[in-house]
Protein backbone atom coordinates (compact mmCIF):
# COMPACT_ATOMS: atom_id res chain seq x y z
CA UNK A 1 0.00 0.00 0.00
CA UNK A 2 1.31 3.67 -1.18
CA UNK A 3 2.62 5.96 1.87
CA UNK A 4 2.85 9.29 2.45
CA UNK A 5 5.83 10.86 4.09
CA UNK A 6 4.90 13.09 6.96
CA UNK A 7 4.11 16.40 6.00
CA UNK A 8 6.31 19.75 7.32
CA UNK A 9 8.75 19.25 10.34
CA UNK A 10 8.15 21.30 13.90
CA UNK A 11 9.72 24.24 13.73
CA UNK A 12 12.13 22.50 16.09
CA UNK A 13 13.12 20.10 13.47
CA UNK A 14 13.75 22.76 11.10
CA UNK A 15 16.26 24.82 13.22
CA UNK A 16 18.06 21.54 14.15
CA UNK A 17 18.76 21.43 10.49
CA UNK A 18 19.47 24.49 9.92
CA UNK A 19 22.18 24.91 12.81
CA UNK A 20 23.82 21.45 11.46
CA UNK A 21 23.82 22.70 7.93
CA UNK A 22 25.78 25.81 8.80
CA UNK A 23 28.62 23.28 11.67
CA UNK A 24 28.73 21.25 8.17
CA UNK A 25 29.39 24.52 5.79
CA UNK A 26 32.22 25.27 7.99
CA UNK A 27 33.60 21.96 7.21
CA UNK A 28 33.18 22.03 3.44
CA UNK A 29 37.09 22.42 1.63
CA UNK A 30 36.50 23.47 -2.23
CA UNK A 31 39.87 23.27 -2.80
CA UNK A 32 41.98 20.27 -4.75
CA UNK A 33 43.19 18.06 -1.77
CA UNK A 34 44.62 14.78 -3.71
CA UNK A 35 47.59 14.79 -6.35
CA UNK A 36 45.77 13.05 -9.14
CA UNK A 37 42.96 15.94 -8.92
CA UNK A 38 45.74 18.18 -9.91
CA UNK A 39 47.17 16.53 -13.22
CA UNK A 40 44.91 17.47 -16.50
CA UNK A 41 44.50 13.47 -17.04
CA UNK A 42 43.97 12.54 -13.54
CA UNK A 43 46.36 9.65 -13.52
CA UNK A 44 46.09 8.16 -10.24
CA UNK A 45 42.39 8.41 -10.34
CA UNK A 46 41.32 4.69 -10.18
CA UNK A 47 37.82 5.08 -8.76
CA UNK A 48 34.74 7.21 -9.00
CA UNK A 49 31.59 6.51 -7.22
CA UNK A 50 27.65 7.63 -7.43
CA UNK A 51 24.82 7.60 -5.28
CA UNK A 52 20.88 7.57 -5.83
CA UNK A 53 17.90 7.08 -4.48
CA UNK A 54 14.58 6.14 -6.69
CA UNK A 55 11.16 5.93 -5.51
CA UNK A 56 8.31 3.37 -6.13
CA UNK A 57 5.42 4.68 -7.76
CA UNK A 58 2.90 6.53 -5.77
CA UNK A 59 5.17 5.92 -2.57
CA UNK A 60 6.76 9.12 -1.25
CA UNK A 61 8.08 6.78 1.82
CA UNK A 62 9.42 3.09 0.15
CA UNK A 63 12.62 4.11 -1.50
CA UNK A 64 15.27 2.22 -3.07
CA UNK A 65 18.56 3.93 -2.28
CA UNK A 66 21.74 2.68 -4.35
CA UNK A 67 25.30 3.19 -4.28
CA UNK A 68 27.77 2.19 -7.58
CA UNK A 69 31.78 2.31 -7.38
CA UNK A 70 33.38 2.60 -11.22
CA UNK A 71 36.42 2.02 -12.72
CA UNK A 72 37.96 5.29 -13.89
CA UNK A 73 39.05 5.93 -16.87
CA UNK A 74 36.96 2.95 -18.74
CA UNK A 75 33.61 3.51 -16.33
CA UNK A 76 32.90 -0.20 -15.70
CA UNK A 77 31.10 -1.06 -12.57
CA UNK A 78 32.96 -2.77 -10.25
CA UNK A 79 30.43 -2.60 -7.35
CA UNK A 80 26.69 -1.99 -6.69
CA UNK A 81 24.58 -1.99 -3.48
CA UNK A 82 20.96 -1.32 -3.73
CA UNK A 83 18.77 -1.97 -1.08
CA UNK A 84 14.76 -0.45 -0.38
CA UNK A 85 14.78 2.02 2.55
CA UNK A 86 11.91 3.84 4.38
CA UNK A 87 11.93 7.66 4.19
CA UNK A 88 10.35 8.98 7.00
CA UNK A 89 11.71 12.57 6.95
CA UNK A 90 9.49 14.82 4.46
CA UNK A 91 10.46 16.44 1.53
CA UNK A 92 11.81 19.93 2.91
CA UNK A 93 13.08 22.07 0.21
CA UNK A 94 17.05 23.11 0.55
CA UNK A 95 17.33 20.04 3.35
CA UNK A 96 16.92 16.92 1.04
CA UNK A 97 19.96 15.85 2.55
CA UNK A 98 18.68 15.35 5.87
CA UNK A 99 15.67 12.88 4.33
CA UNK A 100 18.59 10.70 1.84
CA UNK A 101 22.08 11.04 3.12
CA UNK A 102 21.64 8.79 6.03
CA UNK A 103 20.67 5.56 3.72
CA UNK A 104 23.59 6.90 1.37
CA UNK A 105 26.06 7.25 4.19
CA UNK A 106 24.77 3.17 5.79
CA UNK A 107 25.71 2.21 2.06
CA UNK A 108 29.43 3.61 2.13
CA UNK A 109 29.98 2.56 5.38
CA UNK A 110 29.00 -0.55 4.59
CA UNK A 111 31.48 -0.58 1.51
CA UNK A 112 34.35 0.22 3.88
CA UNK A 113 33.80 -2.68 6.21
CA UNK A 114 33.31 -5.35 3.12
CA UNK A 115 35.41 -3.82 0.11
CA UNK A 116 37.42 -1.26 1.86
CA UNK A 117 39.29 -1.74 -1.83
CA UNK A 118 36.82 -0.81 -3.65
CA UNK A 119 36.11 2.46 -1.77
CA UNK A 120 35.49 5.67 -4.25
CA UNK A 121 38.05 8.32 -4.78
CA UNK A 122 35.89 10.88 -5.83
CA UNK A 123 31.88 10.77 -5.23
CA UNK A 124 28.86 12.07 -7.30
CA UNK A 125 25.12 12.83 -5.92
CA UNK A 126 23.90 14.59 -2.24
CA UNK A 127 27.66 16.47 -2.57
CA UNK A 128 28.40 19.10 0.12
CA UNK A 129 26.73 16.50 3.06
CA UNK A 130 27.54 13.61 2.06
CA UNK A 131 31.25 14.25 1.26
CA UNK A 132 31.64 15.93 4.58
CA UNK A 133 30.45 13.09 6.47
CA UNK A 134 32.05 10.04 4.95
CA UNK A 135 35.39 12.91 4.12
CA UNK A 136 35.47 11.77 0.55
CA UNK A 137 36.03 14.49 -2.34
CA UNK A 138 32.28 14.86 -3.65
CA UNK A 139 30.83 16.50 -7.00
CA UNK A 140 27.52 18.50 -6.66
CA UNK A 141 25.65 17.75 -10.38
CA UNK A 142 22.28 19.16 -11.14
CA UNK A 143 19.84 18.73 -14.22
CA UNK A 144 18.42 21.89 -13.56
CA UNK A 145 19.35 25.12 -12.33
CA UNK A 146 18.91 25.96 -8.50
CA UNK A 147 17.44 30.47 -8.57
CA UNK A 148 19.42 31.24 -5.95
CA UNK A 149 21.22 34.86 -5.34
CA UNK A 150 20.07 36.53 -8.42
CA UNK A 151 20.20 33.42 -10.77
CA UNK A 152 17.96 32.67 -13.07
CA UNK A 153 16.72 30.68 -15.96
CA UNK A 154 15.95 33.66 -18.33
CA UNK A 155 16.43 35.16 -21.83
CA UNK A 156 20.34 35.61 -21.06
CA UNK A 157 21.20 33.14 -19.41
CA UNK A 158 19.10 30.75 -22.34
CA UNK A 159 21.71 32.42 -24.93
CA UNK A 160 24.92 31.33 -22.99
CA UNK A 161 23.56 27.90 -22.78
CA UNK A 162 23.06 28.48 -26.71
CA UNK A 163 26.31 29.40 -27.37
CA UNK A 164 27.95 26.27 -25.41
CA UNK A 165 28.78 24.25 -28.38
CA UNK A 166 30.78 21.21 -27.75
CA UNK A 167 31.33 18.76 -25.04
CA UNK A 168 32.98 20.15 -22.00
CA UNK A 169 32.35 23.76 -23.19
CA UNK A 170 30.92 25.43 -19.65
CA UNK A 171 29.95 29.34 -18.22
CA UNK A 172 30.27 30.13 -14.92
CA UNK A 173 27.19 30.97 -12.54
CA UNK A 174 27.77 34.30 -11.25
CA UNK A 175 25.65 34.84 -8.25
CA UNK A 176 23.72 38.60 -7.25
CA UNK A 177 26.43 38.50 -4.17
CA UNK A 178 29.72 38.05 -6.85
CA UNK A 179 30.49 34.82 -5.87
CA UNK A 180 30.76 32.30 -8.50
CA UNK A 181 28.23 29.27 -7.29
CA UNK A 182 28.84 26.87 -9.89
CA UNK A 183 29.44 25.91 -13.55
CA UNK A 184 27.24 25.25 -16.48
CA UNK A 185 28.62 22.93 -18.55
CA UNK A 186 27.82 20.91 -21.45
CA UNK A 187 28.60 16.97 -20.43
CA UNK A 188 28.28 15.60 -24.30
CA UNK A 189 28.51 16.81 -27.86
CA UNK A 190 24.87 15.74 -28.81
CA UNK A 191 23.02 16.95 -25.34
CA UNK A 192 21.18 20.17 -25.96
CA UNK A 193 20.56 21.33 -21.96
CA UNK A 194 23.82 21.74 -19.54
CA UNK A 195 24.44 20.01 -16.29
CA UNK A 196 25.24 22.41 -13.52
CA UNK A 197 28.51 21.58 -11.41
CA UNK A 198 29.06 23.20 -8.22
CA UNK A 199 32.13 21.99 -5.73
CA UNK A 200 31.19 19.57 -2.98
CA UNK A 201 33.74 18.84 -1.07
CA UNK A 202 37.73 18.21 -1.06
CA UNK A 203 38.05 19.40 -4.75
CA UNK A 204 37.93 22.56 -6.64
CA UNK A 205 34.95 24.07 -9.10
CA UNK A 206 37.71 23.61 -11.99
CA UNK A 207 38.99 19.93 -11.03
CA UNK A 208 35.05 18.94 -10.88
CA UNK A 209 33.72 20.25 -14.16
CA UNK A 210 36.78 18.62 -15.71
CA UNK A 211 36.30 15.51 -14.20
CA UNK A 212 32.47 15.41 -14.74
CA UNK A 213 32.78 15.91 -18.24
CA UNK A 214 35.48 13.07 -18.21
CA UNK A 215 32.84 10.72 -16.61
CA UNK A 216 29.59 11.55 -19.31
CA UNK A 217 28.89 8.96 -21.71
CA UNK A 218 26.00 10.41 -21.92
CA UNK A 219 24.19 13.93 -20.79
CA UNK A 220 24.23 12.05 -17.15
CA UNK A 221 27.65 11.26 -15.13
CA UNK A 222 27.99 7.51 -15.84
CA UNK A 223 28.26 6.81 -12.04
CA UNK A 224 24.87 8.89 -11.34
CA UNK A 225 23.07 7.20 -14.05
CA UNK A 226 23.97 3.88 -13.72
CA UNK A 227 23.54 3.98 -9.98
CA UNK A 228 20.33 5.61 -11.19
CA UNK A 229 19.25 2.08 -13.58
CA UNK A 230 20.39 -0.12 -11.11
CA UNK A 231 17.91 0.91 -8.10
CA UNK A 232 14.88 1.40 -10.61
CA UNK A 233 15.73 -2.14 -12.09
CA UNK A 234 16.08 -3.37 -8.14
CA UNK A 235 12.68 -1.79 -7.14
CA UNK A 236 11.05 -3.67 -10.48
CA UNK A 237 12.84 -7.05 -8.82
CA UNK A 238 11.58 -6.42 -5.81
CA UNK A 239 8.17 -5.49 -6.19
CA UNK A 240 7.62 -8.45 -8.71
CA UNK A 241 8.88 -10.56 -5.96
CA UNK A 242 7.56 -9.59 -2.87
CA UNK A 243 3.90 -8.06 -4.21
CA UNK A 244 3.04 -7.23 -8.00
CA UNK A 245 1.89 -11.06 -9.79
CA UNK A 246 4.74 -12.56 -11.70
CA UNK A 247 3.49 -12.21 -15.26
CA UNK A 248 3.07 -15.07 -17.08
CA UNK A 249 2.41 -15.80 -20.69
CA UNK A 250 -0.77 -17.02 -22.04
CA UNK A 251 -2.02 -19.49 -23.78
CA UNK A 252 -4.35 -17.76 -25.89
CA UNK A 253 -3.64 -17.70 -29.46
CA UNK A 254 -5.72 -14.69 -30.10
CA UNK A 255 -3.79 -11.31 -31.43
CA UNK A 256 -3.85 -8.71 -28.72
CA UNK A 257 -3.10 -5.26 -29.76
CA UNK A 258 -0.99 -3.34 -26.72
CA UNK A 259 -1.69 -0.62 -24.39
CA UNK A 260 0.63 1.85 -26.07
CA UNK A 261 2.69 2.41 -28.90
CA UNK A 262 6.73 3.11 -27.84
CA UNK A 263 7.40 7.17 -28.79
CA UNK A 264 10.85 7.25 -27.49
CA UNK A 265 10.91 7.74 -24.11
CA UNK A 266 8.23 5.94 -22.16
CA UNK A 267 5.78 8.02 -20.39
CA UNK A 268 5.74 5.75 -17.17
CA UNK A 269 6.79 6.97 -13.69
CA UNK A 270 10.15 5.87 -11.92
CA UNK A 271 10.00 2.56 -10.77
CA UNK A 272 7.40 0.91 -12.89
CA UNK A 273 7.94 -1.98 -15.50
CA UNK A 274 9.26 -0.81 -18.86
CA UNK A 275 7.02 -3.80 -20.41
CA UNK A 276 4.55 -1.73 -23.02
CA UNK A 277 6.53 -1.25 -25.84
CA UNK A 278 5.66 -4.65 -27.00
CA UNK A 279 3.12 -6.10 -24.39
CA UNK A 280 2.47 -8.87 -25.52
CA UNK A 281 1.15 -12.70 -25.17
CA UNK A 282 2.00 -15.71 -27.11
CA UNK A 283 1.24 -15.53 -30.64
CA UNK A 284 1.55 -11.62 -30.53
CA UNK A 285 3.31 -9.25 -32.76
CA UNK A 286 3.71 -5.23 -32.74
CA UNK A 287 0.83 -3.17 -33.73
CA UNK A 288 1.05 -3.28 -36.95
CA UNK A 289 -0.23 0.03 -38.33
CA UNK A 290 2.63 2.27 -35.52
CA UNK A 291 5.51 -0.22 -36.56
CA UNK A 292 6.64 1.75 -39.37
CA UNK A 293 7.10 4.78 -37.40
CA UNK A 294 9.23 3.08 -34.88
CA UNK A 295 11.45 1.28 -37.63
CA UNK A 296 11.83 5.24 -38.89
CA UNK A 297 12.90 6.00 -35.39
CA UNK A 298 15.10 3.00 -35.04
CA UNK A 299 17.37 3.66 -38.83
CA UNK A 300 16.78 7.18 -38.29
CA UNK A 301 19.22 9.68 -37.08
CA UNK A 302 18.65 8.44 -33.58
CA UNK A 303 20.79 5.29 -34.47
CA UNK A 304 23.15 7.38 -36.46
CA UNK A 305 24.12 9.70 -33.38
CA UNK A 306 24.36 6.27 -31.08
CA UNK A 307 27.13 5.39 -33.57
CA UNK A 308 28.51 8.34 -33.90
CA UNK A 309 29.34 8.30 -29.94
CA UNK A 310 30.31 4.63 -29.97
CA UNK A 311 27.89 3.51 -27.65
CA UNK A 312 29.15 -0.56 -27.54
CA UNK A 313 26.34 -1.31 -25.28
CA UNK A 314 23.69 0.29 -27.23
CA UNK A 315 24.85 -0.94 -30.91
CA UNK A 316 23.46 -4.56 -30.69
CA UNK A 317 19.52 -3.45 -29.12
CA UNK A 318 18.30 -2.08 -32.72
CA UNK A 319 17.98 -5.90 -34.17
CA UNK A 320 15.31 -8.06 -32.90
CA UNK A 321 17.01 -11.30 -31.19
CA UNK A 322 14.94 -13.55 -33.38
CA UNK A 323 13.62 -13.93 -37.52
CA UNK A 324 11.28 -11.65 -38.58
CA UNK A 325 8.68 -11.66 -41.83
CA UNK A 326 6.29 -9.36 -43.24
CA UNK A 327 5.37 -5.87 -41.13
CA UNK A 328 7.77 -6.90 -38.28
CA UNK A 329 6.41 -10.28 -37.31
CA UNK A 330 8.01 -12.59 -35.73
CA UNK A 331 8.38 -15.77 -37.33
CA UNK A 332 8.71 -17.93 -33.79
CA UNK A 333 7.05 -15.24 -31.27
CA UNK A 334 8.02 -15.19 -28.27
CA UNK A 335 6.12 -12.73 -25.59
CA UNK A 336 8.77 -13.09 -23.20
CA UNK A 337 11.43 -12.21 -25.69
CA UNK A 338 9.55 -9.16 -27.57
CA UNK A 339 8.80 -7.82 -23.92
CA UNK A 340 13.07 -8.01 -23.24
CA UNK A 341 13.56 -6.64 -26.54
CA UNK A 342 11.13 -3.79 -26.48
CA UNK A 343 12.26 -2.91 -23.09
CA UNK A 344 15.80 -2.51 -24.45
CA UNK A 345 14.39 -0.05 -26.95
CA UNK A 346 12.75 1.74 -24.70
CA UNK A 347 15.48 2.39 -23.06
CA UNK A 348 18.36 2.75 -25.55
CA UNK A 349 15.44 6.32 -26.96
CA UNK A 350 15.42 7.31 -23.42
CA UNK A 351 19.37 7.71 -23.61
CA UNK A 352 19.03 9.28 -26.99
CA UNK A 353 16.73 11.81 -25.58
CA UNK A 354 19.32 12.59 -22.80
CA UNK A 355 21.60 12.63 -25.57
CA UNK A 356 19.47 15.52 -27.33
CA UNK A 357 18.64 13.26 -30.52
CA UNK A 358 14.61 13.00 -29.72
Known amino acids: MARKAAGRPPEETLSLWKREQALLKTLVVDRDTEAWQRDPAFSGLQRVGGVDV ?8 SACASLVVLSYPELEVMYEDCRMVSLTAPYVSGFLAFREVPFLVDAVQQLREKEPRLMPQAGFGVACH ?23 NNALHKE ?7 GGDSFPLMGGSGTVLGMALKSHDHSTKPLYVSVGHKMSLEAAVRLTHGCCKFRIPEPV ?55 AKDGNEPHQ ?47 WTWRSWGSEVQEGLGALKEMGCS
Not at 54 to 60: A, E, M, Q
Request: proline share 9%; aromatic share 6%.
Open 225 to 279: RQADIRSRDYIRRTLGVQGAPALRPERSKKAQRPKACPQGASEEPAGSPSLRAFS
Open 54 to 61: SFVKGDSV
Open 160 to 166: KIRLLKA
Open 130 to 152: LGVVTDLPCIGVAKKLLQVDGLE
Open 289 to 335: KKWPKLQQRIWGREKEALWEVGSQKMKGLWDPPFPLGRRGRAASPDS
